[in-house]
């Protein structure tokens, strides 16, 4: 009898401790962290001080990003959404994002980057809520993510390099006809 019920405390304590290393990705103060598919699935997650985040792949619910933190999303499924606040920085590279948020106040600001091949804005594609969609940089795939109304204007594209180079081109030609 003792040792059934001390089995059952430990598989109760094994239970306990992986719902709890699941739940919420510790990553807070300085260093630079990574989540791709080796590491399990968190339902909610937060990035806070001036940590970074790499995510290469794998599947999480939502996470959000604080305190001049920074995430890197490069492949990998986002299923509830990111968002960012409190001075904090989004690089979007890659990957499946469903929502995206943007939280200011009246002193702190949040960046999004959006490295994309090409987009098309979406105002007013559902009830509250814009959309965009479009292709991620170096083949990284096709995205489709909705945000609230209004936040369009904070985001910040940065277009494929070969975009770039053929707009400095047409400028170094017109400044010559002159």
């Known amino acids: 009898m003792k040792s059934s019920y001390l089995l059952f405390l430990a598989v109760l304590c094994l239970l306990i401790a992986c719902s709890a290393s699941a739940s919420s990705p510790p990553w807070t103060g300085s260093g630079t962290y990574t989540f791709d598919d080796t590491d399990p699935y968190f339902s909610e997650g937060s990035i806070w001080d001036t940590a970074t985040v790499d995510i290469s792949g794998g599947s999480f619910g939502e996470l959000g990003g604080y305190n001049y933190s920074t995430i890197n999303m490069f492949d990998g499924v986002a299923q509830s959404g990111i968002g960012v606040r409190d001075n904090s920085t ?5 990957g499946s ?3 995206l948020g943007i939280e200011f106040d009246s002193v702190e600001t949040a960046t999004l980057n959006m490295f994309v091949d090409s987009y098309v804005f979406d105002p007013d594609s559902y009830l509250g809520y814009d959309r965009i969609t479009g292709t991620w940089m ?4 096709s995205f489709d993510i909705i945000f609230l109304e209004g936040q369009f204007q904070y985001f910040n594209i940065v277009p494929e390099p070969t975009t770039i180079l053929f707009f400095a081109t047409g400028c170094l030609l017109l400044r010559r006809k002159k």
Do not use: C, F, P
């Open 97 to 99: 994002i469903d929502s």
């Open 138 to 141: 170096n083949d990284n795939g």
């Open 90 to 94: 989004l690089n979007l590279y890659g």
